[in-house]
């Protein structure tokens, strides 16, 4: 990553992706593509294999079969990965614990030797007060709420200025004012940085507040993909059961 | 297991490799010299001056009775710089050290910090496992250093204050210093260093390859340890075969 950096935000090809852990098959051929700049949503209930595609998106995992490709190129190639500034947001924050926050913000540049300490300090500063974190840098992960944890998180990724950046579950175990500051954070960081974003959530008001396109997967395969509303529109019964179930009260006797 | 020692052969290499970046890693390796100094060293002492005490016990009256306790100095100084020090010292930092590190690395990669760290080009082996290679690699020794003379200092005082054996603390130190060379503390060393690679790199690999959680954690430290102490038992026979035939 010490090569000059891409301003420009990349595009992300899915071709036909497999995958089997186990004996079980979590992928079955999953197709998409996200152009430059876009936020693309997947949605779909827990086990369906979203964090299973994600971390194959970023080169954490590698497929039995199909590709990913970012500008065209595969991400398998570890050139690929130094090429293009890619961020991950982790559904657990995946925060250093042995680290501050400060320290977790900042590793990105020191390890890569991008910047001078007090520079390293200075941008650290600035991002945690661009997420509502100022002044915290000193703090253990550990002292900070779910909440605090994940903007720390994301702050993490701000600092990368990444060309593609993903989020896996970012409102889950989060309260509704929260989810709302979580999402409304992914927006911003869009805006800023114009990266790519490829979100995973079965979270549905974020799903259809942050997402261009939204694909539905379901059991390992793609239901149904297009803009919030054609999703919302789509009378499969499965989307529609997922997009309207709701928990009934109790009938009164 | 074949697999397992693959992947051990692997790290080793990939650490090799990442020795150039060493000094970058330089705050780390101090901060895990400084732990695993401050959690070893009384211990060592302890344990040294028992298992100095405990062989001029057993061997003591023995040597009194055939009347050749005059060698007992020498006996227990060579005992522990070529064998006691270092692979008690060995087994010691495996159960204390080995069995952290392996608790440590096991946690990040069961909570998504390797993954974090990997997610911003971060290569592992070069941010976790060569730090602390190199710290344990140099700490060992050290900590064999220390324990030597304090083994020495345990087996005088039960030579003297037993009434049984009865060897002053002259004879003994004298018989002592008549047979024990600097080659002797250098075998202890070497050893050591050895068995120092041995607990780090099997530590490491075990807390990289850790899944399922904290009981996948604990299932780590439970193997990392015993490999370990398995792993220094069997390299100390080969080691001691090799250094007496490199002495010949």
């Known amino acids: 990553m010490t090569s000059p950096l891409h301003s420009k935000s990349v595009r992300v090809e899915v071709r036909d992706l497999r995958k089997k852990m186990g004996a079980l098959e979590v992928l079955k051929g999953i197709s998409f593509q996200v152009g430059p700049g876009e936020r693309f949503v997947i949605m779909g209930p827990s086990g369906s294999g979203k964090s299973v595609l994600l971390k194959h998106i970023i080169g954490l995992l590698t497929p039995d079969s199909g590709e990913i490709l970012i500008n065209g190129e595969p991400i398998q190639n570890p050139d690929v990965r130094d090429k293009y500034r890619m961020a991950m947001v982790f559904q657990s924050g995946a925060l250093l614990t042995s680290l501050t926050v400060g320290e977790n913000v900042g590793l990105y540049l020191a390890e890569h030797a991008l910047h001078a300490p007090a520079e390293i300090d200075a941008i650290v500063a600035r991002v945690l007060e661009t997420v509502?974190?100022?002044?915290l840098q000193n703090r253990s992960p550990a002292e900070l709420s779910g909440g605090m944890q994940k903007r720390v998180a994301i702050a993490r990724a701000l600092v990368?200025?990444?060309?593609?950046?993903?989020?896996d579950e970012p409102t889950s175990e989060l309260d509704p004012l929260m989810a709302v500051t979580i999402g409304e954070e992914i927006l911003k960081l869009n805006e800023r940085t114009g990266a790519t974003s490829i979100i995973v959530t079965h979270d549905r008001d974020l799903a259809f507040a942050t997402g261009h396109h939204i694909a539905m997967i379901h059991e390992g395969r793609i239901l149904f993909m297009?803009?919030?509303r054609e999703v919302q529109e789509n009378p499969d019964p499965i989307i529609q059961k997922f997009i309207t179930a709701e928990l009934a009260p109790p009938k009164s006797h | 297991m074949f697999h397992n020692i693959g992947e051990i052969l692997i790290l080793s290499w990939r650490t090799l490799l990442a020795l150039p970046q060493a000094w970058r890693q330089r705050q780390k390796v101090f901060d895990q010299l400084a732990y695993i100094g401050l959690a070893s060293l009384s211990m060592v002492c302890i344990l040294s001056l028992f298992i100095g005490g405990v062989l001029a016990?057993?061997?003591?009256?023995?040597l009194v009775e055939r009347g050749i306790s005059?060698?007992?100095?020498?006996?227990i100084g060579l005992s522990m710089c070529k064998e006691l020090a270092p692979v008690m010292m060995a087994i010691l930092v495996a159960g204390r050290?080995?069995?952290?590190?392996s608790a440590e690395i096991g946690s990040m990669q069961v909570y998504e910090e390797i993954d974090a760290l990997r997610t911003m080009n971060i290569d592992p082996v070069r941010y976790l496992v060569l730090p602390r290679m190199i710290a344990i690699a140099l700490s060992l020794p050290v900590l064999v250093l220390f324990s030597i003379p304090v083994g020495w200092f345990g087996g005088a005082l039960v030579c003297q204050f037993n009434q049984k054996i009865a060897v002053n603390f002259d004879s003994y130190f004298q018989n002592l210093r008549d047979v024990v060379q600097t080659g002797d503390v250098l075998n202890g060393l070497f050893k050591s260093f050895i068995f120092a690679l041995a607990i780090g790199i099997i530590s490491c690999h075990q807390g990289l390859i850790t899944r399922g959680g904290p009981r996948g954690v604990g299932r780590s430290?439970?193997?990392?340890v015993v490999n370990s102490i398995v792993l220094i038992l069997i390299l100390d026979y080969f080691l001691t075969r090799f250094l007496l035939y490199v002495q010949k």
């Open chain 1, 132 to 135: 509502g974190l100022k002044g």
């Open chain 1, 160 to 167: 990368v200025e990444p060309q593609l950046v993903l989020f």
């Open chain 1, 226 to 228: 297009g803009t919030p």
């Open chain 2, 57 to 62: 016990l057993q061997t003591g009256p023995v």
């Open chain 2, 70 to 75: 005059s060698v007992l100095g020498g006996m």
């Open chain 2, 97 to 101: 050290i080995g069995s952290a590190m």
């Open chain 2, 221 to 224: 430290v439970t193997k990392a």
